[in-house]
């Protein structure tokens, strides 16, 4: 798989800059590395619809503790954990079925599915999919495939994964090494979601203390020396000028830019076995059914000329028989007989 030696994401066959960094992708294309056959990576960009200024707000883990922070307006409201199941099976996939291969990762080795895959088209013509929403859910997730790289040195990561839901990544360049592990309600959202890797799951970095003045305004501190905390651009990972140390800053600090929205972060999240859209592709298809059917109906007995033909009152093709109907024929015998004596009596010959 191709993908952006910039941002990690896919890098779509027929595209020329990539989705996330603009980069041209003649200059940036490269081979993602090897991944077990049943493994995927796939990138993912989510938000929720807020329920007072009513922009998208981003979501850049996966929050499952019921209740959301609108980095907009600050409200903190109720958000409904289930509604990750279908986005989480969403992304899956996306990273198993995406293109340019007509039947994504894993062919099936005597199935053909690739006329009936929707997602073919996701990184040879495009770069994200979208999950449709309805009306009863707030939640809005983006997908494509691809292999998470270094934010530094822009090449892929080495990851490890230590457990359920956590792994670690280093860069084979600067060697920094960074660790990730879900909380149990995230972790259980999903049983072939193995890892993931963002910053609001990174364990071995503490974020940022939000301290509140008499007067209401919101200040951060640094976590190691209490320090006050300036924000340097909009990276997630901020350094103390006081003491030097590194902390996350959470999303919600991150104000508007000019009037303008925040954008949701890309995360990673690595998924194994096959999607649930493929396990739904490789059942028996409508036709094989049909022509199993229509096999079957070959096999049964034919209904017998005596069969009820209907109650409803009208004209019926009478039914038949294939050969000669011996009680007929004698029967009919029969009446000729007796129809020869009854002549004979009368006439008196």
């Given at each position: 798989?191709?993908?952006?030696?910039?941002?990690?994401?896919?890098?779509?066959?027929?595209?020329?800059?990539?989705?996330?960094?603009?980069?041209?992708?003649?200059?940036?294309?490269?081979?993602?590395p090897?991944?077990?056959?049943?493994?995927?990576?796939?990138?993912?960009?989510?938000?929720?619809?807020?329920?007072?200024?009513?922009?998208?707000?981003?979501?850049?883990?996966?929050d499952?503790?019921?209740?959301?922070?609108?980095?907009?307006?600050?409200?903190?409201?109720?958000?409904?954990?289930?509604a990750?199941?279908?986005?989480?099976?969403?992304?899956?996939?996306?990273?198993?079925?995406?293109?340019?291969?007509?039947?994504?990762?894993?062919?099936?080795p005597?199935?053909?599915?690739?006329?009936?895959?929707?997602?073919?088209?996701?990184?040879?013509?495009v770069?994200?999919?979208?999950?449709?929403?309805?009306?009863?859910?707030?939640?809005?997730?983006?997908?494509?495939?691809?292999?998470?790289?270094?934010?530094?040195?822009?090449?892929?990561?080495?990851?490890?994964?230590?457990g359920?839901?956590?792994?670690?990544?280093?860069?084979?360049?600067?060697?920094?090494?960074?660790?990730?592990?879900?909380?149990?309600?995230?972790?259980?959202?999903?049983?072939?979601?193995?890892?993931?890797?963002?910053?609001?799951?990174r364990?071995?970095?503490?974020?940022?203390?939000?301290?509140?003045?008499?007067?209401?305004?919101?200040?951060?501190?640094?976590?190691?020396?209490?320090?006050?905390?300036?924000?340097?651009?909009?990276?997630?990972?901020?350094?103390?000028?006081?003491?030097?140390?590194?902390?996350?800053?959470?999303?919600?600090?991150?104000a508007?830019?000019?009037?303008?929205?925040?954008?949701?972060?890309?995360?990673?999240?690595?998924?194994?076995?096959?999607?649930?859209?493929?396990?739904?592709?490789?059942?028996?298809?409508?036709?094989?059914?049909?022509?199993?059917?229509?096999?079957?109906?070959?096999?049964?007995?034919?209904?017998?000329?005596?069969?009820?033909?209907?109650?409803?009152?009208?004209?019926?093709e009478?039914?038949?028989?294939?050969?000669?109907?011996?009680?007929?024929?004698?029967?009919?015998?029969?009446?000729?007989?007796?129809?020869?004596?009854?002549?004979?009596?009368?006439?008196?010959?």
């Open positions: 798989m191709a993908i952006c030696g910039h941002c990690g994401i896919v890098a779509p066959t027929d595209g020329t800059a990539c989705e996330i960094c603009k980069h041209p992708l003649a200059q940036t294309r490269l081979t993602a090897a991944l077990p056959a049943d493994n995927c990576w796939v990138a993912v960009r989510c938000g929720f619809t807020c329920n007072s200024c009513k922009f998208l707000a981003p979501l850049d883990g996966i499952a503790d019921g209740a959301v922070d609108c980095v907009h307006c600050g409200l903190r409201q109720h958000f409904e954990v289930s990750w199941v279908p986005a989480l099976g969403f992304a899956h996939d996306i990273g198993d079925l995406a293109g340019p291969a007509p039947e994504g990762r894993c062919p099936h005597t199935l053909w599915i690739g006329s009936e895959n929707p997602y073919q088209g996701v990184g040879d013509a770069t994200f999919a979208q999950l449709p929403r309805n009306a009863y859910s707030a939640l809005s997730i983006e997908a494509t495939p691809g292999f998470p790289v270094c934010a530094a040195c822009h090449v892929p990561l080495d990851v490890t994964v230590t359920p839901g956590a792994c670690t990544t280093a860069c084979p360049r600067c060697g920094v090494r960074a660790v990730y592990a879900l909380p149990d309600g995230a972790r259980n959202l999903d049983e072939l979601m193995v890892a993931v890797i963002a910053d609001e799951h364990t071995e970095c503490p974020q940022a203390q939000r301290t509140t003045t008499q007067a209401g305004v919101t200040a951060l501190a640094c976590p190691s020396c209490g320090g006050p905390l300036r924000l340097a651009g909009t990276g997630r990972l901020q350094v103390c000028a006081f003491c030097n140390a590194s902390c996350i800053v959470p999303a919600r600090h991150f508007r830019n000019e009037g303008a929205q925040r954008p949701p972060d890309v995360f990673w999240i690595l998924f194994r076995g096959p999607s649930p859209k493929r396990a739904e592709l490789e059942q028996p298809v409508p036709a094989q059914a049909a022509a199993a059917a229509v096999a079957m109906s070959l096999l049964k007995p034919q209904a017998a000329a005596t069969d009820t033909i209907g109650n409803t009152p009208g004209v019926y009478a039914p038949e028989r294939p050969g000669i109907h011996w009680p007929q024929v004698l029967l009919t015998l029969a009446l000729g007989t007796v129809a020869l004596i009854v002549g004979w009596l009368v006439t008196g010959r």
